[in-house]
């Protein structure tokens, strides 16, 4: 079980084959990967993530104890990037690994729809309008409700 939040890119497919090289302990691996996406306007110059450090790890980390208890998770990894990134850019990289898919879909499932609304990343949009901070999105909080 792995959280790693870092300013630097990330390389998926090495990522994702670290992870599920070897694993005889599951017969499911489940990737998901947050893109950058352009405004409908196709005006996004950049997008910049905050975070307080301690205080996102930990969050990240109680998400994730509360997926590996409540699914017959084998391992997780959770990569979020924080800093400037254009559209287009990886932002963030779940796995889950399972001796099951559908456990391994509902784990990585779970994780995205509690990253999206509760984990701590504060979100600014540059556009040639200016910037704007990102709101939180009524769809993103009506996700927990099937959890």
């Known amino acids: ?22 694993r005889t302990d599951a017969g499911a691996v489940v990737n998901f990967t947050g893109i950058v996406r352009d405004t409908p306007d196709n005006d996004l110059d950049r997008m910049e993530i905050e975070h307080y450090p301690a205080m996102t790890a930990r969050a990240i980390e109680g ?19 924080y800093g400037v990134m254009k559209p287009g850019d990886m932002i963030m990289m779940v796995a889950t690994a399972s001796p099951h898919r559908v456990d391994a879909f509902e784990a990585a499932m779970y994780l995205m729809d509690y990253l999206k609304s509760r984990a701590p990343f504060w979100k600014k949009e540059y ?21």
Do not use: N, P, Y
């Open 1 to 22: 079980m792995v959280v790693i939040v870092q300013e630097c890119a990330f390389e998926l497919g090495a990522e994702i084959e670290a992870f599920a090289k070897g």
């Open 63 to 81: 998400i994730e104890a509360k997926a590996i208890e409540r699914w017959s998770l084998k391992a997780s990894l959770i990569i979020h990037r």
């Open 127 to 147: 556009t040639k309008d200016g910037a704007v901070w990102v709101d939180a999105k009524d769809e993103d909080e009506d996700a927990l409700g099937k959890w």
